[in-house]
């Protein structure tokens, strides 16, 4: 059974950046895909970011070319880089182990319990 463990959330004004971190931890099996998703009061959690083991990528449309997903194998973590934050990035960012079912869509099968990112204007 696999455990996320997330660090890396803070306070953080508009503009500026912040590196979230993932930890995976107790499977001895390789782990496939990894993801970030966010859920922010009163909406529904979305997908932010995902990456295969290969390191292909795929990114919700309002992070493109602010966020960069990678991942270091040997280590099983995974990291979100968010740069340029906007208050509506303010959520819990939550990392998930799964599967890519096709390119795009991510089945998440292992979660982590969550850290909050609150930009302010």
């Known amino acids: 059974q696999v455990q996320l463990v997330e660090s890396g959330g803070g306070l953080v004004q508009a503009g500026g950046s912040l590196t979230l971190s993932c930890a995976a931890s107790g499977s001895k099996e390789r782990i496939n895909a990894m993801a970030w998703y966010r859920q922010a009061p009163g909406k529904q959690r979305e997908l932010v970011a995902g990456i295969t083991r290969g390191a292909r990528t795929n990114y919700a449309d309002s992070v493109k070319g602010r966020f960069t997903i990678s991942r270091d194998n040997a280590k099983n973590m995974v990291f979100l880089q968010m740069n340029s934050l906007k208050p509506e990035d303010t959520a819990i960012y939550y990392c998930?182990?799964?599967?890519?079912?096709?390119?795009?869509?991510?089945?998440?099968?292992?979660w982590g319990q969550g850290t909050q990112v609150t930009v302010s204007s």
């Open positions: 998930a182990a799964g599967t890519y079912v096709t390119i795009t869509t991510f089945i998440a099968a292992t």
